[in-house]
């Protein structure tokens, strides 16, 4: 086990390698450059010279790349070229933010998701079923960026209610901070529920069907027991795969919502940084949700062995 | 009650589409106490879905539409089919213990051996200490003949074969000294010598508690090897019933005869393997008549239109059909 965590580790290398490569090139290639951005209509040949010797733009491309590469691998990813601020502080007090965000989307989903489709496979057909997957479906095909819309304009005109516009951090307003995050995370936790209570009940469903389930009850068990301790966790596993890649989504797919009710998180960072061409806080916002997304998947395939003793990595 | 279960007139249906089509037509059954009463016939004749009623482990859409079946119980004489969800439970495992045809998917695949016997122990008697428990179970294993039960206690089932999944099964089955086992198909998935064993071991078992057995089966090998008493099933009805000798020897109906028939046997001149020709109609498509006219060499013209009676040919043996009777069913 313990050399397997190892092997897998030492994956990231490449992987974070392949990466950075690949977006250094995207940002070559999409027209337009930081300078232009920073000087406008100000620009002329001197000025623009004068920019690229300062942030090492004359240099050769490769050579750019190493400069920035060999820096990296020493914990330090540069300073934004339109702040000069250090990108890597920058990043960790964001991802605070956007992880607060993706895990009590979660924890909405799964308060919404888990228990609803249990039921629906119990209840198969019933109408309590139908209801479930009709919203279930809502859930999953409503873009979040309409539903985020839609629910900030209702929640204004028919409770005159605005949320906080400033950000304010967990531990300096627990209220405050609730009052701003709750939707958002409702909007994102509630795309996460449609695909998670579709899963859930698929998965009980198949599961219900097996031979171990029929033994179980003819030993006289109660149906929670059933349920619960033999049912649901042998249907849990297709489940937690679902949910480890929607958390490794979540890191950088939050860039919408985000926006829309303006968080200073990870993803507004990113998008920020793309829009102004700002290659070291781009590149450093990538390489670290890359970097959370390899690490919450190795986390769900060491959580696979704790579910199930037939999977085991040694 | 004079026998351990009766089972009066049981009709089991399912849904097809919105029709209410009938697996099971009227059934009846008596299992005398201590003894071995075997179901035999084709798949899709309803004797499984008869073991499953009678523990309330029909799976949906089936359901049991009409009958009775009455069970002399520790604790007095009980109608299963009236029994609230928590009676039903406390009959489950306890009085009445069911084995199944595929031991490899009978155990749940994320648990221990172990903490699937103590289940089986601690529904019925939630107080027993963790020691008690698996004192208990490594008798069990022991008398199911497992070798190393100490090791097996802790094993997964996926590290264990077939038939030492069966073993345990058994075991959990007989852990609550039942007074009924429904055993449906138990040694169909094991391949023979291990099918040999098993049979011996559950006949021994019957012997040490004074369990009856209802040997649910396709082969009329394990009926022999097993069984005091036989019912054959055709297409959803009794055909056949009588104690074994009776049955093999003076066998009655041309359906039982088919089968008999039909069993290859080792040895002797080589000839070609006799078949019923035909298939079992499907529940719910059977014609007015016998049901086995279609395929019976015998079959007269009365046959296609009225169905025999089961009617006794010899005190204890019974009989559907009019080689033997001219009773009509009502």
Redesign the interface.
Known sequence: MRDYIIRRLLMLIPILIGVSIAIFVIMQLIPGDVVSGILGIEETPELRAMWEAKLGLDKPLVEQYFSWIGKAVTGDFGESFRTGEAVFPEIMKRFKISAELALLACVIAWIIALPLGILSSLK?NSVIDRIVRVVALLGVSVPNFASATLLILFFSKAFNYYSPVKYVGLFENFGTNMEIMILPAFILGSIMAGSVMRMTRSSMLEVL????I??????????R?TIFR?AF??SSIPIVTLIGMQIGGLMGGTVVIEQIFSIPGLGQYTLTGISQRDFPVVQGCVLFIAFVYVIVNLLVDILYTY????ISYS | MENLLEIRNLKITTLRGKQSVRLLDKVDLNIAKKRSFGIVGESGCGKSITANAILGLLPYPLRVAEGSIRYDSKAGERELLQLSKKELREVRGQEISMIFQEPMTSLDPIFTVEMQMYEALSFHHPGLARGEMRDRALEMLRRVNIPRPEQTLTSYPHQLSGGQLQRIMIAIALINDPRLLLADEPTTALDVTIQAQILRLMNDLKEQNDTSIIMITHDLGVIAETCEEVAVFYAGQVVEQANVVELFGQTAHPYTLGLLRAVTSLGGESRKLYTIPGIVPPGGQWAQGCRFADRCEKCMEKCRQAMPALTEVVPGHLCRCFLHSEEVEQ
């Open positions: 198969r069907r097996q031979d171990y029929k033994a179980v009850r003819a030993k006289g068990a109660p149906e027991v033999h966790k042998n579910i199930d003793p037939r």
